[in-house]
């Protein structure tokens, strides 16, 4: 086993690792920019070596610091989190010709899965379904005539773009050449490249990804399937395990794909196949994340395993901790992402400080964080605070501890999204598991917090009314004679 | 004089109509009976006509934090509320609320935009952002061009007014 892990990262996930790492007798090293000095994950670690240099978010990415570090610290393993260095090949291939493990997967198979259209080819070329599109290639008719066939309804994208510019969705043939020419067009405007390319438009699609774990050998376990359909501005908020109305049938071919996948590239370490489904069964390869994902904590509550202590022993050579035949999912588990933002204004990101903050216990109740009282929350860093992890027996009982668990969190001082997240847990439609990526758009209207109540407003205004010294000269201080007159201000 | 205040950004205007025996609290046509229990720092325990509200409480800058059953509030004293008013009239001005930087400009001086038209996407804390024009008029500046950082409270962009119609002139 490793002795001695730097975690390359910072935050909950920072915490975590070392958590998992104590536990398993490993001594650890934190790095810290002079911004989170004070830090949890500065505190926890054995020993905490702060970074050089202005810019916090550069810091954690200086390969050459981190590198240093290890090796004046007798480091013998990397751990790189999610985010940051964690999918950085180059880091990958220092790390280890430095001598150090790099807890992950090699670079060769990073590289390959890393990159969307090199693994999107790799997943085809080993069965892996990936939605089926035509690229055009010079010839306007010959294109028309592939684009035809890969059927409707086609999204129609320009092949330099991004952001959604330029995208055209054609339910039928007829409007295909029309659509087509004034995508290129747009294309031709937006990113100085006419090229576009026609993909088959999944309806009302949902996110499911699938956590595999392999030795690096061909040998693969895959711990079943998140869904992680929920997002704002494509970023996952809510998350949970098992898929909800998903059929076993249809959910062991997504795993199964998932791992021949995983086999093929004979990938080391975790990993997380992202796919989508739609509306009629049918999914798709989407990418592969060759990393530990943020939403992992719910494969670990419904399959009763330690990822982190996995990738350890898997990096360590001692193989992959269990059978696939001894893996099971029971119970239901979701995790709500808190983030310092406000869901009323676009989910801007907020800043401030935690000024208060009471964290919710209970059984089924998980809140894995790198925060404490009193920490500044700056624009230096990513606005995920925190998340909220619960386990039931079933999915209403994890719901029911999620609500229940938003309720008990107090975190105040900073803009969050957790009455949003709140509202969520109790919208009828997410009860019913009626889910897609189209979720928190559709259901908006729903998902406003109503209007307080007249008796909840003044106890609001008063409690911190209550707070302010002139109010309180006004209410209580002044001799009689004078206290029917109000506030002066400066 | 009334006693002026935010409740998440709506004014709330209170004033205090008796203080013996017991405190007395008019908020619009409605006057509460108030007490408080608790005055120690994060707990509140506040009794309005009765009945006992707790809570927490947090107070940054001159906004306070307030949470109560299961929802959080954002209340503004006095200041905030004047800083509101200020910066609100006339909503001539773009601020940066974060620092950031800007994305890309969808805008030139002398443009005429509408309420709610987007004028600029910039990026902060790893999120792109369009902010849109508060209301209908006309371009006057923009202060900081595409590509480049800017402080908190940075004037972005200014508007002013369209200017009224002018009658036809005669040929």
Same mark, same amino acid.
């Given at each position: 086993?490793?002795?001695?892990?730097?975690?390359?990262?910072r935050?909950?996930?920072?915490c975590?690792?070392?958590?998992?790492?104590?536990?398993?007798?490993?001594?650890?090293?934190?790095?810290?920019?002079?911004?989170?000095?004070?830090?949890?994950?500065?505190?926890?670690?054995?020993?905490?070596?702060?970074?050089?240099?202005?810019?916090?978010?550069?810091?954690?990415?200086?390969?050459?610091?981190?590198?240093?570090?290890?090796?004046?610290?007798?480091?013998?393993?990397?751990?790189?989190?999610?985010?940051? #260095?964690?999918e950085?090949?180059?880091?990958?291939?220092?790390?280890?010709?430095?001598?150090?493990?790099?807890?992950?997967?090699?670079?060769?198979?990073?590289?390959?899965?890393?990159?969307?259209?090199?693994?999107?080819?790799?997943?085809?070329?080993?069965?892996?379904?990936?939605?089926?599109?035509?690229?055009?290639?010079?010839?306007?008719?010959e294109?028309?005539k592939?684009?035809?066939?890969v059927?409707?309804?086609?999204?129609?994208?320009?092949?330099?773009?991004?952001?959604?510019?330029?995208?055209?969705?054609?339910?039928?043939?007829?409007?295909?050449?029309?659509?087509?020419?004034?995508?290129?067009?747009?294309?031709?405007?937006?990113?100085?490249?006419?090229?576009v390319?026609?993909?088959?438009?999944?309806?009302?699609?949902?996110?499911?990804?699938?956590?595999?774990?392999?030795?690096?050998?061909?040998?693969?376990?895959?711990?079943?399937?998140?869904?992680?359909?929920?997002?704002?501005?494509?970023?996952?908020?809510?998350?949970e395990?098992?898929?909800?109305?998903?059929?076993?049938?249809?959910?062991?071919?997504?795993?199964?794909?998932?791992?021949?996948?995983?086999?093929?590239?004979?990938?080391?370490?975790?990993?997380?196949?992202?796919?989508?489904?739609?509306?009629?069964?049918?999914?798709?390869?989407l990418?592969?994340?060759?990393r530990?994902?943020?939403?992992?904590?719910?494969?670990?509550?419904?399959?009763?395993?330690?990822?982190?202590?996995?990738q #350890?022993?898997?990096?360590?050579?001692?193989?992959?901790?269990?059978?696939?035949?001894?893996?099971?999912?029971?119970?239901?588990?979701?995790?709500?992402?808190?983030?310092?933002?406000?869901?009323?204004?676009?989910?801007?990101?907020?800043?401030?400080?935690?000024?208060?903050?009471?964290?919710?216990?209970?059984?089924?109740?998980?809140?894995?964080?790198?925060?404490?009282?009193?920490?500044?929350?700056?624009?230096?860093?990513?606005?995920? #605070?925190?998340?909220?992890?619960?386990?039931?027996?079933?999915?209403e009982?994890?719901?029911?501890?999620?609500?229940?668990?938003?309720?008990?969190?107090?975190?105040?001082?900073?803009?969050?999204?957790?009455?949003?997240l709140?509202?969520?847990?109790?919208?009828?439609?997410? #009860?019913?598991?009626?889910?897609?990526?189209?979720?928190?758009?559709?259901?908006?209207?729903?998902?406003?917090?109503?209007?307080?109540?007249?008796?909840?407003?003044?106890?609001?205004?008063?409690?911190?009314?209550?707070?302010?010294?002139?109010?309180?000269?006004?209410?209580?201080?002044?001799?009689?004679?004078?206290?029917?007159?109000?506030?002066?201000?400066? | 004089?009334?006693?002026?205040?935010?409740?998440?950004?709506?004014?709330?205007?209170?004033?205090?109509?008796?203080?013996?025996?017991?405190l007395?609290?008019?908020?619009?046509?409605?006057?509460?009976?108030v007490?408080?229990?608790?005055?120690?720092?994060?707990?509140?325990?506040?009794?309005?006509?009765?009945?006992?509200?707790?809570?927490?409480r947090?107070?940054?800058?001159?906004?306070?934090?307030?949470r109560?059953?299961?929802?959080?509030?954002?209340?503004?004293?006095?200041?905030?509320?004047?800083?509101?008013?200020?910066?609100?009239?006339g909503?001539?001005?773009?601020?940066?609320?974060?620092?950031?930087?800007?994305?890309?400009?969808?805008?030139?001086?002398?443009?005429?935009?509408?309420?709610?038209?987007?004028?600029?996407?910039?990026?902060?804390?790893?999120?792109?952002?369009?902010?849109?024009?508060?209301?209908?008029?006309?371009?006057?500046?923009?202060?900081?061009?595409?590509?480049?950082?800017?402080?908190?409270?940075?004037?972005?962009?200014?508007?002013?007014?369209?200017?009224?119609?002018?009658?036809?002139?005669?040929?």
């Amino acid at each position: 086993m490793l002795k001695k892990v730097l975690i390359a990262n910072r935050g909950e996930i920072a915490c975590r690792v070392i958590r998992t790492c104590k536990k398993l007798g490993i001594a650890t090293v934190a790095i810290y920019h002079h911004e989170d000095r004070l830090a949890p994950h500065v505190k926890l670690a054995d020993t905490a070596v702060q970074l050089k240099g202005d810019v916090p978010t550069a810091s954690y990415l200086d390969q050459d610091q981190i590198i240093a570090i290890c090796q004046a610290n007798d480091v013998d393993g990397i751990h790189p989190g999610y985010g940051f #260095l964690s999918e950085n090949a180059g880091f990958v291939d220092r790390v280890t010709a430095a001598g150090i493990t790099f807890i992950g997967p090699d670079a060769v198979s990073m590289k390959l899965m890393g990159d969307k259209i090199r693994s999107r080819d790799f997943a085809r070329a080993h069965g892996v379904p990936v939605a089926p599109s035509a690229m055009q290639d010079g010839d306007l008719d010959e294109f028309l005539k592939q684009a035809e066939q890969v059927g409707f309804p086609l999204l129609i994208k320009a092949s330099a773009g991004g952001g959604g510019k330029g995208m055209k969705i054609v339910r039928q043939a007829s409007e295909l050449k029309e659509q087509i020419t004034t995508a290129a067009s747009e294309a031709q405007r937006y990113f100085g490249d006419s090229r576009v390319y026609a993909e088959r438009l999944v309806e009302l699609p949902r996110h499911i990804e699938v956590q595999v774990l392999g030795d690096g050998e061909g040998n693969v376990v895959h711990l079943f399937e998140r869904e992680c359909s929920l997002q704002r501005r494509y970023q996952k908020i809510v998350e949970e395990s098992p898929a909800p109305n998903l059929p076993r049938e249809l959910r062991d071919r997504i795993c199964n794909a998932a791992v021949e996948l995983a086999k093929a590239a004979k990938y080391k370490n975790a990993g997380t196949v992202e796919f989508i489904l739609g509306a009629d069964g049918e999914f798709y390869f989407l990418e592969m994340n060759t990393r530990l994902q943020v939403e992992h904590p719910i494969t670990e509550e419904v399959v009763g395993v330690d990822l982190v202590e996995a990738q #350890l022993k898997v990096a360590a050579g001692e193989g992959i901790p269990f059978k696939q035949g001894d893996m099971k999912q029971t119970g239901w588990s979701i995790e709500c992402r808190i983030n310092a933002e406000e869901p009323e204004k676009d989910f801007r990101p907020a800043i401030g400080r935690i000024g208060r903050l009471r964290v919710p216990e209970g059984e089924g109740v998980r809140f894995d964080a790198g925060i404490v009282e009193g920490q500044a929350v700056t624009p230096a860093f990513d606005s995920m #605070l925190a998340k909220l992890i619960t386990f039931g027996t079933t999915r209403e009982e994890a719901a029911k501890r999620m609500e229940q668990a938003l309720s008990d969190l107090v975190m105040l001082g900073v803009p969050n999204n957790i009455d949003y997240l709140a509202r969520i847990m109790r919208n009828p439609e997410f #009860l019913a598991g009626k889910l897609h990526t189209g979720f928190l758009p559709q259901e908006a209207d729903r998902l406003i917090a109503p209007d307080a109540s007249p008796e909840e407003q003044i106890a609001a205004v008063l409690a911190a009314a209550f707070l302010d010294v002139d109010f309180r000269r006004i209410a209580f201080d002044i001799p009689e004679p004078h206290a029917s007159i109000g506030f002066w201000r400066n | 004089m009334s006693y002026e205040m935010l409740l998440n950004e709506q004014d709330v205007s209170l004033d205090i109509v008796a203080r013996r025996p017991d405190l007395r609290i008019k908020n619009g046509d409605t006057v509460h009976t108030v007490a408080e229990l608790e005055t120690t720092g994060a707990a509140f325990e506040v009794v309005i006509d009765g009945k006992t509200h707790t809570g927490w409480r947090y107070a940054i800058g001159d906004e306070v934090f307030v949470r109560l059953g299961t929802r959080t509030f954002i209340v503004g004293l006095p200041q905030a509320q004047l800083r509101a008013h200020s910066q609100g009239a006339g909503h001539d001005a773009l601020h940066a609320d974060m620092p950031g930087t800007v994305i890309a400009l969808h805008t030139e001086v002398g443009a005429e935009v509408k309420a709610g038209d987007k004028l600029i996407t910039i990026e902060s804390m790893k999120l792109q952002v369009g902010l849109v024009a508060p209301r209908d008029g006309v371009i006057e500046a923009i202060h900081v061009p595409a590509e480049t950082a800017f402080d908190r409270g940075a004037l972005l962009i200014s508007l002013v007014a369209l200017a009224a119609p002018e009658a036809p002139k005669a040929a």
